[in-house]
């Protein structure tokens, strides 16, 4: 049967949508299940504000009225203006291994680019660097981990047959949590913060959290104007992610530091691996999912880093020593076993070398493709 692509236009074409991957993975014991109930504010344009700063469109295929694909495309505009590019993207494929349906998918979001005047297109990626990006290209042995995508190996093939190449990879790397925290982060930890008279916050509760949140991203948008895909945040995004991660980050795993005239210069932000409770509660937090969730996050041995970030004018001074020092403490004490570094981009030398220097090895490795076209 031919393939049939549908714009996503009614609440129960989105709910096909959101369950589509659940079918498609339902042989894949690595694949982890997102939350549904964040599935559902994500693609509502009335409560994911990045939607206003950004065009996106849904799309289904069918094929003998079954659905067997889907896929998003958006445009980035003020990404775009900012980095003066005419550049769009696809986000949230997922197919069977079906080069027709995959050409089908892609070719409907260019043909939707060209209309608007874009000159090429990159994906997966989403509407910013935080959303889930590339396909994985390495480590499909390994567990999955919350806030990435966990890919088939067919999809490598399909972007191949599609015609689209590498636009650049992340890296994930994995590391042990020592036993013994090695001497020469204690010696920069002391020498950093006595000789600055910085100061350190970490904290017990997400009501002691919730002030700290919006000063955070306020330092990511300074930060992060250099970093592949970043734009920056308006205070109604930043809202958007404060509620997203306050909701469950464990506090314990939050490193601040400000200045001595009480500015915020540097950050780091962990957590306990979830994606163990979140397969078992099939995504779903009600009646009991939450609880397989906590319970979880309770038992896992696994932490994940998500966000970092330390102002320009502090950078090579000790601070990045100091905030991993106080990490690596509170996983010891939690007992956690090892570290999942999350994305780190492939050109990123400098905290590719901190983990290594750490004994971080790179497990999984991502790409995000690109496809520019002819004039």
């Known amino acids: 049967m031919q393939v049939y692509i549908k714009e996503v236009t009614s609440k129960a074409d989105l709910k096909l949508f959101i369950y589509l991957p659940e079918k498609i993975h339902a042989s894949h014991n690595n694949w982890v299940p997102p939350l549904y109930f964040d599935e559902w504010d994500f693609y509502n344009p009335a ?85 889930p990006q590339g396909f994985m290209i390495e480590g499909f ?69 919730r002030p700290v949140i919006r000063p955070v991203f306020e330092l990511i948008n300074k930060t992060y104007a250099h970093i592949f895909g970043f734009s920056e945040l308006t205070p109604k995004e930043i809202d958007y992610f404060a509620n997203r991660y306050l909701a469950i980050i464990n506090p314990r795993f939050v490193k601040v530091i400000y200045n001595d005239q009480g500015d915020l210069i540097a950050f780091a932000l962990a957590m306990p691996e979830l994606s163990d409770g979140i397969r078992k509660a099939r995504g779903k937090l009600l009646p009991f999912g939450f609880i397989r969730i906590l319970w979880a996050s309770r038992r896992t041995k696994l932490l994940t880093m998500l966000l970092g970030a330390i102002r320009s004018d502090y950078r090579n001074n000790g601070l990045d020593a100091v905030l991993g020092l106080k990490i690596l403490e509170s996983a010891q004490r939690m007992n956690f076993e090892s570290i999942d570094s999350h994305l780190v981009l492939e050109n990123n030398t400098k905290m590719r070398a901190e983990y290594e220097k750490l004994g971080g090895i790179v497990g999984k490795r991502y790409r995000i493709f690109r496809k520019e076209f002819q004039k």
């Not at 067919?154 to 020592?178: A, F, R, S, W």
Request: charged residues 25%; aromatic residues 12%.
């Open 47 to 131: 409560k994911n504000r990045f939607f206003s700063d950004c065009d996106a469109i849904l799309l289904l295929a069918f094929r003998d009225n079954e659905p067997c694909g889907r896929i998003m495309g958006i445009i980035n505009h003020k990404y775009n203006s900012v980095h003066n590019e005419k550049t769009g993207r696809f986000f949230a494929l997922e197919c069977y291994n079906d080069p027709e349906v995959a050409v089908a998918l892609t070719s409907r979001i260019e043909e939707w680019c060209l209309q608007k005047g874009m000159r090429k297109v990159i994906g997966p990626f989403g509407f910013s660097d935080k959303d």
């Open 141 to 209: 042995e390994l567990p999955a981990i919350i806030a990435t995508n966990y890919s088939l190996p067919y999809m490598i093939n399909l972007m191949d047959h599609c015609g689209y190449t590498k636009e650049i990879d992340c890296v994930d790397y994995q590391l042990p949590v020592p036993k013994t925290i090695p001497d020469f982060y204690k010696t920069i930890y002391n020498r950093t913060l006595e000789t600055n008279n910085f100061r350190l916050d970490e904290y017990e509760s997400r009501r002691q959290l």
